[in-house]
């Protein structure tokens, strides 16, 4: 017999993807062109706590370099190591990245009720993961959240152990209205309710998600199963924040602002730079008037050379009135 988990449609495994490991790790770019992955926690506490604009990273210690990298590809941090090129462009990569989003920041994108609601899903799930990864070090390879009971989720949840008889709605199914008594359960649904919410509208807004999905009974109780148990680590890792140690206040602190710069990021080159750099077929045409020595005649080619050369300039323009400071020198963990 099939699991529930096993029985949980396509479009919902994808939906859950987009839940609990959208943009796991910040891509960087070494000297040599390749791509490194520095690892960070899968991605709230209330919209109106999202951090403010002057939280956006801005300086970035050796130090920190070296705590981000501990735990990157054995082999790309071997490349790293015998290469200065790669680590100067690993820090490019990095200031480019937070100079976006501090601009993102400057034009209102934080303000938009959805990306503040995206913000804060970060901050909750980077928490929950890296408190999931240190506490259970050692156990084994699991999925996140494994060592979570049943029994944990539905205190989490104030739930009796039996199910109350009766017809119910499809709501009341999926558990949206089973503690309207409770003023705690009632706080902690509507976390969900907002947590969930954003989270499809911003992947409507992509095209990551069928814009006339409407999520299942199933669906959405799965959901909430796993927004439980993503709430009890963070607030287990709250309640512990002085027994955690300097280091993994200082990861979790990194691992939570670039991970909201890199949302921030993503989503203010999708609504904002793609407009910026776009060519007209206009701009094509006065170009080959221009550049009567230029031999092809493709104006796909002309048009993708000129929107990758005013790229660039609106990104030099953005790094340069967002100054970040970043360690070039830092050092390379040993594995």
Do not use: C
């Amino acid at each position: 017999m099939k699991t529930q988990r096993e029985k949980v449609s396509r479009t919902t495994r994808t939906l859950f993807v987009l839940i609990f490991t959208l943009s796991t790790s910040v891509a960087l770019v070494d000297g040599q062109g390749k791509t490194l992955k520095v690892p960070i926690a899968p991605q709230s506490v209330k919209a109106r706590q999202i951090p403010q604009r002057r939280e956006i990273l801005n300086r970035i210690t050796k130090e920190d370099m070296t705590l981000l990298l501990k735990d990157a590809n054995p082999m790309q941090l071997k490349q790293l190591a015998a290469s200065p090129e790669a680590r100067r462009k690993v820090a490019e990569n990095l200031r480019q990245l937070l100079a976006i989003a501090i601009q993102a920041g400057k034009e209102g994108l934080a303000e938009d009720p959805n990306v503040r609601r995206e913000l804060e899903n970060t901050r909750l799930i980077v928490t929950a993961s890296l408190y999931d990864k240190k506490i259970n070090e050692g156990k084994g390879a699991m999925p996140p959240f494994s060592f979570i009971t049943k029994e944990q989720v539905k205190a989490f949840w104030g739930e009796e152990r039996t199910e109350p008889g009766g017809l119910r709605s499809t709501l009341n199914k999926a558990g949206s209205d089973a503690l309207a008594g409770n003023a705690d359960a009632r706080r902690r649904q509507m976390e969900f309710n907002e947590f969930l919410d954003s989270k499809i509208a911003l992947a409507k807004e992509s095209g990551k998600f069928p814009k006339d999905k409407q999520l299942t009974v199933d669906e959405i109780k799965q959901a909430k199963d796993d927004f439980a148990k993503i709430k009890i680590y963070e607030e287990e890792a709250a309640a512990k924040k002085n027994q955690l140690g300097e280091e993994f206040n200082r990861e979790l602190e990194l691992q939570i602002k670039l991970q909201q710069a890199q949302f921030l990021a993503s989503h203010y080159a999708q609504k904002t730079l793609a407009g910026k750099v776009k060519v007209s077929d206009e701009e094509v045409k006065k170009y080959l008037k221009e550049h009567p020595e230029i031999k092809t005649k493709d104006r796909n080619k002309i048009r993708t050379r000129l929107e990758e050369e005013k790229q660039q300039r609106v990104l030099d323009e953005i790094v340069a009135n967002n100054p970040i400071e970043i360690a070039e020198d830092f050092i390379i963990p040993r594995k």
